[in-house]
């Protein structure tokens, strides 16, 4: 009888440490897909501020252009 009972036990500690090692899973998945989002974030803004200093650069182009031939004009 007590080996049926400890056979028992012993299945139950089992059941419960398969449950605390899966949440554990769970959660470093859920950990690591947090990180992988915060990476295409960042990537994302990266990419957008790229973006903006080129556009920065052509409008300053541009403005330059202009400041040349209204001065070239007024020559």
Do not use: G, N
Request: charged share 45%; glycine share 0%; aromatic share 0%.
């Amino acid at each position: 009888m007590q080996a049926v009972k400890d056979k028992l036990s012993d299945m139950s500690a089992m059941r419960k440490a398969k449950a605390e090692a899966k949440a554990e899973e769970k959660t470093e998945k859920e950990l690591a897909k947090a990180r992988v989002e915060v990476a295409k974030e960042v990537r994302k803004a990266k990419e957008a501020e790229a973006a903006m200093d080129l556009h920065v650069a052509k409008a300053e182009q541009k403005a330059l252009q202009e400041v040349a031939k209204i001065a070239q004009d007024q020559s």
